[in-house]
């Protein structure tokens, strides 16, 4: 049992997740001119013995100084 902040108070929260589960990540980063870059990222897991999957992606851009 936990409690989570939100603009309403807190919300109490249960969970009683078990099992093994399965993650697959996946990301690269594209180096340009300029101290400039491109990354992107994704990641899939799966629950083995549970019905739950879940995805995940980023893009973004970073910039060295």
């Known amino acids: 049992y936990a409690e989570f902040s939100s603009a309403y108070g807190f919300v109490p929260f ?3 997740l078990q099992g093994t589960t399965l ?8 180096d340009l001119p300029n101290n400039f870059s491109v990354y992107a990222n994704g990641s899939y897991a799966v ?10 992606g ?8």
């Open 47 to 56: 629950g083995l013995n549970l019905h739950a999957t879940s995805y995940d």
């Open 14 to 16: 249960q969970s009683e």
């Open 58 to 65: 980023r893009l973004g851009c970073k910039i060295r100084l």
């Open 23 to 30: 993650e697959l990540n996946l990301g690269t980063t594209l």
